[in-house]
């Protein structure tokens, strides 16, 4: 989304619009969306609509068995108010993070704010079993996509100013492809920093129960997360838990292949329409961003992997889908 000053005004009125849009649906999904847009509203806008939080607790209240909504509150609405600081979990925060985990244990991500919590205690014991839990999971796919699917309806209904976009060539669908991650990059960065709090750089000054922990959740999310954003943070584990440099090596370089390499083969399709079809359609289908670029790059002659004298350099990345 542009963020040049001359287009400022603009864009809190588009923003508004599709503000507006979201809370005529009044569905628990359409009003989590509302609520990620609702400090970006305009003063007039603003003044008269219910907060951030006041729309997020109602979709959690009405849809007390749908996942995608109790992670987004949980990890949203934590974000905000649980890392702050030194403070009790908020109540509305809690009932989300206790659903999520009574629908969705075995994913990893959904122990982030009980890990959250124990970085809190500052127990190495808690903070331990709360990584431990995270490694004995299976999965570790946040809901992100989903949300970027959500939001495309919307983006196409009420479409984004042409007149403020650089590429006239661009079609219509990239173009609310683009938007709908751009407002999905909202990485939860305090949340996940807790992992990499919980595994600091100077590794040799935690148990050696939280380092073996951290070196197995660093494996998880590495391989496991639906996510470029996720799996970078899995990759740093690895670095500071004590990994061999060939284990490391190796997955930081598959990871910086698949996102400048799928940067670039988004950028090549903005205009083909049918490939942006495709690639939406394996999104949601994998419900894995890194297995969409993959098939993106099998579509276009590229390897999944790169060569062994490839080097990353500083070459242009995804903005990629941040949850």
């Given at each position: 989304?542009?963020?040049?000053?001359?287009?400022?005004?603009?864009?809190?009125?588009?923003?508004?619009?599709?503000?507006?849009?979201?809370?005529?649906?009044?569905?628990?999904?359409?009003?989590?969306?509302?609520?990620?847009?609702?400090?970006?509203?305009?003063?007039?806008?603003?003044?008269?609509?219910?907060?951030?939080?006041?729309?997020?607790?109602?979709?959690?209240?009405?849809?007390?068995?749908?996942?995608?909504?109790?992670?987004?509150?949980?990890?949203?609405?934590?974000?905000?108010?649980?890392?702050?600081?030194?403070?009790?979990?908020?109540?509305?925060?809690?009932?989300?993070?206790?659903?999520?985990?009574?629908?969705?244990?075995?994913?990893?991500?959904?122990?982030?704010?009980?890990?959250?919590?124990?970085?809190?205690?500052?127990?190495?014991?808690?903070?331990?079993?709360?990584?431990?839990?995270?490694?004995?999971?299976?999965?570790?796919?946040?809901?992100?996509?989903?949300?970027?699917?959500?939001?495309?309806?919307?983006?196409?209904?009420?479409?984004?100013?042409?007149?403020?976009?650089?590429?006239?060539?661009?079609?219509?669908?990239?173009?609310?492809?683009?938007?709908?991650?751009?407002?999905?990059?909202?990485?939860?960065?305090?949340?996940?920093?807790?992992?990499?709090?919980?595994?600091?750089?100077?590794?040799?000054?935690?148990?050696?129960?939280?380092?073996?922990?951290?070196?197995?959740?660093?494996?998880?999310?590495?391989?496991k997360a639906n996510t470029l954003a996720n799996r970078r943070v899995g990759i740093e584990l690895l670095h500071v838990a004590g990994s061999d440099d060939a284990e490391y090596l190796g997955a930081r370089r598959e990871l910086d292949w698949l996102d400048i390499q799928g940067a670039k083969a988004l950028d090549s399709v903005a205009d083909d329409l049918a490939a942006i079809?495709?690639?939406?359609?394996?999104?949601?289908?994998?419900?894995?961003?890194?297995?969409?670029?993959?098939?993106?790059?099998?579509?276009?002659?590229?390897?999944?992997?790169?060569?062994?004298?490839?080097?990353?350099?500083?070459?242009?990345?995804?903005?990629?889908?941040?949850?």
């Amino acid at each position: 989304m542009p963020a040049k000053p001359s287009v400022a005004v603009p864009l809190q009125q588009y923003l508004g619009r599709v503000f507006e849009a979201l809370v005529a649906r009044n569905t628990p999904r359409a009003l989590i969306l509302a609520s990620t847009l609702r400090d970006k509203l305009g003063s007039d806008l603003a003044t008269n609509a219910s907060s951030q939080a006041e729309l997020a607790l109602l979709a959690m209240q009405r849809a007390p068995t749908d996942v995608v909504v109790q992670w987004h509150v949980a990890m949203e609405l934590g974000e905000v108010t649980l890392l702050a600081v030194e403070r009790p979990l908020p109540a509305g925060v809690s009932d989300a993070a206790t659903r999520l985990l009574e629908i969705d244990s075995d994913n990893g991500v959904s122990w982030l704010v009980p890990l959250a919590v124990a970085w809190q205690s500052k127990k190495d014991d808690d903070i331990s079993a709360m990584l431990e839990k995270i490694a004995s999971t299976k999965r570790y796919e946040d809901y992100s996509i989903d949300l970027v699917f959500e939001w495309l309806p919307v983006l196409r209904a009420e479409p984004f100013p042409r007149q403020d976009l650089p590429a006239a060539a661009v079609s219509d669908e990239a173009i609310a492809l683009l938007a709908a991650e751009a407002l999905m990059w909202n990485p939860k960065m305090h949340l996940r920093q807790h992992l990499l709090d919980a595994c600091p750089p100077d590794i040799q000054s935690i148990s050696t129960r939280r380092r073996d922990a951290c070196l197995s959740v660093g494996r998880l999310v590495s391989s496991k997360a639906n996510t470029l954003a996720n799996r970078r943070v899995g990759i740093e584990l690895l670095h500071v838990a004590g990994s061999d440099d060939a284990e490391y090596l190796g997955a930081r370089r598959e990871l910086d292949w698949l996102d400048i390499q799928g940067a670039k083969a988004l950028d090549s399709v903005a205009d083909d329409l049918a490939a942006i079809q495709r690639f939406e359609a394996d999104l949601r289908d994998t419900h894995s961003e890194i297995e969409a670029v993959r098939r993106l790059l099998a579509r276009r002659g590229i390897a999944p992997s790169p060569p062994d004298d490839w080097q990353a350099g500083q070459q242009a990345r995804m903005p990629g889908i941040g949850g």
